[in-house]
């Protein structure tokens, strides 16, 4: 399948980007342009799919979220 670069200009926030499920399609939103969010409470996975969509050319940034509390999913103003 060729790559294309239809969501340049795009964020993409991926939760549960630590492995698997998650990992998966922030790397191939990553591939088509868009710049990754991904988050998790697992600092070294997360880091881990961030600095990999980084060696391949790709933009993302690990922000640690816990979605399982109400806490979790606000950011500071």
Not at 48 to 65: F, H, L, M, N
Request: net charge negative; glycine share 14%.
């Amino acid at each position: 399948m060729t790559v294309g670069r239809r969501m340049a200009g795009r964020v993409a926030v991926i939760t549960g980007a630590a492995c698997g499920i998650g990992a998966a399609p922030a790397g191939r939103l990553a591939a088509e342009g868009a710049v990754v969010v991904v988050t998790d409470v697992d600092d070294v996975a997360d880091e881990a799919v961030a600095a990999g969509i980084a060696d391949g050319s790709g933009r993302a940034e690990y922000v640690r979220r816990d979605l399982t509390s109400a806490a979790g999913p606000r950011l500071s103003p």
